[in-house]
C-alpha cells in the first residue's frame, strides 16, 4: 500500500501572506488533486495535474497557484491568504486513466488570522 | 455542468438500525466513490463501483449509471458509524471526481 503525506497539517498564516502547502504520494500515481472543503460543504477541486509539470485548474482556481515538481509531489500555493479562506485542503491521489479510485491525505488546515 | 445530488443532507439513526443515502447525478457518470470522513477530517474510502454492488460488513453499495444514481446502505449501525459520509463521482467527459455535499450521520443509543 501507499500512503499520501500533506504538510503542514495546520498552517497559520496572516491576511495578505503568500502560503504553500505541500503533497506527496508514494503510489506512483499520474494524477493528483488538490481540494478544498469548508465546514458543512462538499468538496471544491482546486487544481489537478495529470502528470508531471502538468497542470488544469479546477473549479476553484482563482487565488491559488499549483505545481507539479515531480511525479510524487504537488503542492499548492495560497497566492495570498484571506480570512474567508479558512478550510482543510485535501490532498489526493490516482492512477493515470482516471477510473481509478482516489486516494486521500490526512488534510491541511488553513486558519487566517 | 456535472452534477451530484446527495440526500439526505442529515440523518440520525438509533443503534441497531439502519438506512440508506442516495446520490443522484445529472447526467451518466463512469464510476462512484463513497467515503467517511474521519476525526481528523481526512476522507476513508469506502467503496469504489464501476458498476453493479459491493458489500463490505455492515455497508453495502450499489451503482446505476444508466438511472444516474447510486446508494449507501447501512444496517445494524453503531455509535462508531457517526459522521459525514460523501459520494462522489467521476464524469466521462472531464474525468474529475464530482463531490456530493454530504451527509451527516448521527447514530443515537
Known amino acids: 500500500g501507499g500512503i499520501i503525506t500533506q504538510t503542514p497539517k495546520f498552517l497559520i498564516g496572516q491576511e495578505g501572506q503568500k502560503l504553500t502547502l505541500k503533497c506527496q504520494q508514494n503510489?506512483?500515481?499520474?494524477?493528483m488533486y488538490w481540494y478544498r472543503q469548508d465546514s458543512g460543504k462538499g468538496l471544491r477541486l482546486i487544481y489537478y495535474?495529470?502528470?508531471?509539470?502538468?497542470?488544469q485548474k479546477g473549479d476553484l482556481s482563482e487565488g491559488y497557484d499549483a505545481s507539479r515538481e515531480k511525479k510524487s509531489s504537488f503542492s499548492l500555493t495560497v497566492t495570498s491568504a484571506q480570512k474567508n479562506e479558512m478550510a482543510v485542503f485535501l490532498c489526493?491521489?490516482?492512477?493515470?486513466?482516471?477510473?481509478?479510485?482516489?486516494?486521500f491525505g490526512e488534510g491541511s488546515k488553513l486558519t487566517v488570522l | 455542468g456535472d452534477q451530484v445530488e446527495q440526500s439526505p443532507s442529515a440523518l440520525s439513526l438509533h443503534e441497531g438500525t439502519g438506512s440508506a443515502l442516495r446520490c443522484n447525478f445529472t447526467?451518466?457518470?463512469?464510476?462512484v466513490q463513497w467515503f467517511r470522513k474521519n476525526s481528523r477530517g481526512s476522507l476513508i474510502n469506502l467503496f469504489y463501483?464501476?458498476?453493479g454492488t459491493k458489500e463490505n460488513g455492515r455497508l453495502k453499495s450499489a451503482f446505476d449509471s444508466k438511472e444516474r444514481y447510486s446508494t449507501l446502505h447501512i444496517r445494524d449501525a453503531q455509535l462508531e458509524d457517526s459522521g459525514t459520509y460523501f459520494c462522489?463521482?467521476?464524469?466521462?467527459?472531464?474525468?474529475?471526481?464530482?463531490f456530493g455535499q454530504g451527509t451527516k450521520l448521527s447514530i443515537k443509543p
Open positions: 447526467t451518466t457518470m463512469r464510476a
Open positions: 462522489a463521482a467521476r464524469g466521462y467527459n472531464q474525468g474529475k471526481l464530482i
Open positions: 463501483l464501476a458498476s
Open positions: 489526493a491521489s490516482a492512477r493515470q486513466d482516471n477510473t481509478g479510485q482516489l486516494y
Open positions: 503510489f506512483n500515481h499520474d494524477t
Open positions: 495535474s495529470i502528470t508531471e509539470n502538468d497542470l
